[in-house]
C-alpha cells in the first residue's frame, strides 16, 4: 500500500479493497495471502477455491430441478385416479367449465412463479450489457494509454538512432575530411580531434540509453516477448477483448431469446416450444454458473493487481529483465524528489555537444581564413550538430517521467475502475440469470401439466362437437338427469325440465 500511496491520481477503489479483503485458501485448505503473484501455483489454486463455489451451486441448482422434477411426476401419477373420479363433480360444482379451484390455483401458480423469473432474467440481461459496456471501455482506455506508452518509447529509440547515426556521419565523413585538411597547422588539427572525441562520447552515451524495450514479435511465433512490451500487450489485450465482448453478447442474446420464446409458449400454450426453450435453458443457466466461475477468479485477481501494482511491476521479470529497477521506481511514481537515472547521461552529452559547438567556432573563426577549402566540411559538421541537439533537446522532453507515468495512471484507471466495475456487473448478471433459470427450469414441468389437461378436455370437445344436435352441456344433463330418474331415452329437455315428446303436458318434475 505504501508503493500505491505515491502514486500520483490513483487509489485503490472500494470494490478492489473488498475483493483484495477476500480469504484465501488453497486445496488442502490452508490460509494464502493475497499477493497477485500469477506465477505461483499457490496463488493459482486460491483462485481455484474461489472458482468452486460456482461449481458447487451448479450442484445445488441441479439438486433442486431434480426435486422439483420429482414432485411433479410424483403427483401426477398419484392424483390421475382421483382426478378421473372427482372431474365430474368438480365440473358441476365449478359450472360446468372444465377446471376445479384447486387446478386453478395451481396453474396460476405456475404462471406468476414463470413471469418473475422471466422478469429476473430480463433484469439480469439489462445488467449484463451495461457490465459488458463498462469492461470494453475499460479495456479500451487501458490499450489506448499503452499505445500511447509504446508511441514515447518508439519516439525515444528513433531519437536516440537518428542522433547516433547523424554523429557517427559527422565522425566518418566531415571531421575525417578536415582532419586531413589541417594536417600542417597542429591547433586546427587538435581542434578537430576534440570535436571526434567528443563526438564519439556522446555516441557511447545515447548508446547506452535503454528503456528495456522487447524487439518486435514475429507473427508467425507464439512466444511472449520479454522484456514487456506495451505495443504487443495492447495488441493482445485488443484481440483478446473483442473475442470476450462478442462471447458475452452472444450468450446475452440467448438469455434473452429463451426467455422471449418462453413468454411465447406461455402464451401460446405450445409445448413444443416449451421443450425446445428447456433445453435451451438448461444450456444457459450451466453457461451461467461457468461464467460466474470465471468471473469471480478474474475480479478477485484483478483486485489483487489493482491494490498494488506497482510491486508487482517492479518484481516481474517481463518488466525489468533489461530495465533497471530504478528506471522503473521513477518512472512508476514519478517524484518530484527523486532524480531522473538518465540524469547523468543527459549532462554528460549536453557538455559534449556544448563542447563541440564551441571547437567549431574556433575552427570557424582562426582556420577558415588559412584553409578555405575546409568550409564545406565544417559546415556539413554544424549542420549535422544543430540536427543533433533539436533532436537531444526533443529526447530530454520524453525521457521526462511526467508522460510515461500519466499513460501508466490512465492504464490503471481503464482496468481497475472500468474493468473491475464491469466485471462485478457481468459477475451480478451470472448470478442473478443462474437463479432465474433455476426457478424457470422448476416451474415449466407445472405448465407442461396444465397444458396436457387443456389438451385433452379441448379433444373432447372437438369430438363431441361433431354432433349437431348434442351440445357438450346438454349431453353432461342427459347423464345426471338418467342417474336420477332412469328416463326412457325418447325424453327430451325443454329448459324447465323433461317432457315426453309430442305432448303437451307440463314438464315432469
Known amino acids: 500500500m505504501a508503493a500505491i500511496a505515491i502514486v500520483p491520481n490513483y487509489t485503490p477503489s472500494l470494490w478492489v479493497r473488498l475483493c483484495h479483503a477476500i480469504p484465501r485458501l488453497d486445496l488442502t485448505l490452508q490460509t494464502r495471502d493475497s499477493v497477485f503473484t500469477p506465477d505461483s501455483w499457490e496463488y493459482q489454486q486460491t483462485l481455484l477455491v474461489l472458482s468452486s463455489f460456482s461449481a458447487i451451486a451448479l450442484v445445488l441448482s441441479l439438486l433442486v430441478v431434480l426435486s422439483f422434477l420429482i414432485h411433479y411426476c410424483c403427483c401426477h401419477c398419484g392424483d390421475g385416479g382421483r382426478d378421473a373420479e372427482e372431474e365430474e363433480e368438480d365440473d358441476d360444482a365449478s359450472g360446468g367449465h372444465g377446471y376445479n379451484g384447486r387446478k386453478g390455483h395451481d396453474i396460476c401458480c405456475v404462471t406468476w412463479v ?24 475499460g479495456m479500451y482506455q487501458l490499450t489506448s494509454s499503452l499505445l500511447t506508452a509504446n508511441y514515447t518509447l518508439a519516439s525515444i529509440d528513433l531519437l536516440v ?14 571531421l575525417t575530411s578536415m582532419e586531413d585538411l589541417f594536417g600542417g597547422h597542429k591547433p586546427a588539427l587538435v581542434a578537430t580531434r576534440s570535436c571526434r572525441r567528443l563526438s564519439e562520447r556522446v555516441v557511447s552515451l545515447l548508446s547506452n540509453l535503454t528503456l528495456g524495450r522487447a524487439p518486435t514479435l514475429n507473427p508467425s511465433s507464439n512466444s511472449i516477448p520479454v522484456p514487456f512490451s506495451p505495443g504487443w500487450a495492447a ?19 440467448l438469455d434473452l431469446l429463451v426467455c422471449f420464446f ?11 416450444l416449451l421443450v425446445l426453450m428447456t433445453v435451451l435453458a438448461w444450456l444457459a443457466l450451466f453457461l451461467s454458473w461457468g461464467s460466474l466461475g470465471l468471473e469471480t477468479a478474474t475480479v478477485v485477481a484483478l483486485s489483487d493487481f489493482c491494490f498494488d501494482p506497482n510491486t508487482f511491476v517492479l518484481n516481474s521479470t517481463h518488466f525489468n529483465s533489461k530495465t533497471s529497477t530504478e528506471v522503473l521506481d521513477y518512472y512508476l511514481t514519478c517524484s518530484r524528489r527523486m532524480n531522473s537515472p538518465f540524469q547523468q547521461l ?9 563542447s563541440i559547438h564551441s571547437h567549431l567556432s574556433t575552427l570557424e573563426r582562426d582556420a577558415l581564413s588559412r584553409f578555405p577549402k575546409a568550409e564545406k566540411s565544417l559546415r556539413e559538421v554544424q549542420q549535422i550538430l544543430n540536427a543533433t541537439e533539436g533532436n537531444f533537446h526533443q529526447l530530454v522532453a520524453l525521457l521526462n517521467c511526467r508522460g510515461l507515468n500519466k499513460d501508466y495512471v490512465d492504464s490503471l484507471k481503464g482496468l481497475c475502475y472500468d474493468g473491475m466495475e464491469g466485471l462485478l456487473y457481468l459477475s451480478l448478471y451470472s448470478f442473478l440469470s443462474a437463479l432465474a433459470f433455476t426457478a424457470i427450469l422448476c416451474s415449466l414441468p407445472g405448465a407442461w401439466r396444465s397444458f396436457h389437461s387443456d389438451s385433452e378436455e379441448y379433444e373432447d370437445s372437438d369430438s363431441e362437437s361433431e354432433d349437431p344436435f348434442t351440445s357438450h352441456q346438454a349431453r353432461r344433463q342427459m347423464v345426471s338427469g338418467s342417474q336420477r330418474g332412469a328416463l326412457p331415452p325418447f325424453y327430451s329437455y325443454q329448459g324447465a325440465g323433461w317432457t315426453p315428446p309430442f305432448s303437451s303436458a307440463p314438464p315432469l318434475p
Open 235 to 253: 495488441n493482445t489485450l485488443m484481440v483478446n477483448e473483442d473475442y470476450r465482448w462478442l462471447s458475452y453478447v452472444l450468450l446475452l442474446l
Open 346 to 354: 543527459l549532462t554528460q552529452s549536453q557538455r559534449a555537444l556544448s
Open 114 to 137: 414463470s413471469v418473475a423469473a422471466l422478469t429476473l432474467c430480463c433484469v439480469a440481461i439489462g445488467i449484463g450489457f451495461y457490465g459488458n459496456s463498462e469492461a470494453n471501455d
Open 161 to 174: 538512432s537518428d542522433t547516433v547515426a547523424g554523429l557517427q556521419q559527422s565522425v566518418s565523413g566531415p
Open 262 to 272: 418462453i413468454l411465447l409458449g406461455l402464451a401460446k400454450q405450445a409445448r413444443w
